[in-house]
Nanobody, 128 residues
Framework: QVQLVESGGGSVQTGGSLRISCTASSYTDRGNCMAWFRQAPGKEREGVASVYSGGQSTYYADSVKDRFTVSLDNTKNTWYLQMNSLKPGAAAMYYC?????????????????????WGEGTMVPISS
């Protein structure tokens, strides 16, 4: 069992920046794919970004590309989502997830069924 603990959520203004973090309780079991998902009220959960194979590869949803950055610090067993130029549509509950050991394709396509562990979520409200 791997526990994921998110931190760093909070209100931010449109156009602002925020970094959220996720720390896993197990380095070995967390696997090779760590991801961020989000779910806005009334909408389906969507994959935002993922990092694969110790940080060698990163993937982004088109809606956040060039504004969001996912990174991994193996020494802290923590991955981050740096969010810049935030738009009102980015307001959501953000969840981190870890997949265990999976193939690259399932990681880069943010396959939620591939994720073995989930954090409880951190809210990111965006004010105008």
């Amino acid at each position: 069992q791997v526990q994921l603990v998110e931190s760093g959520g909070g209100s931010v203004q449109t156009g602002g920046s925020l970094r959220i973090s996720c720390t896993a309780s197990s380095y070995t079991d967390r696997g090779n794919c760590m991801a961020w998902f989000r779910q806005a009220p009334g909408k389906e959960r969507e994959g935002v970004a993922s990092v694969y194979s110790g940080g060698q590869s990163t993937y982004y949803a088109d809606s956040v590309k060039d504004r969001f950055t996912v990174s991994l610090d193996n020494t802290k067993n923590t991955w981050y989502l740096q969010m810049n130029s935030l738009k009102p549509g980015a307001a959501a509950m953000y969840y981190c997830a870890a997949a265990g050991w999976i193939g690259r394709v399932r990681c880069l396509t943010f396959d939620p069924d591939a994720m073995a562990w989930w954090g409880e979520g951190t809210m990111v409200p965006i004010s105008s």
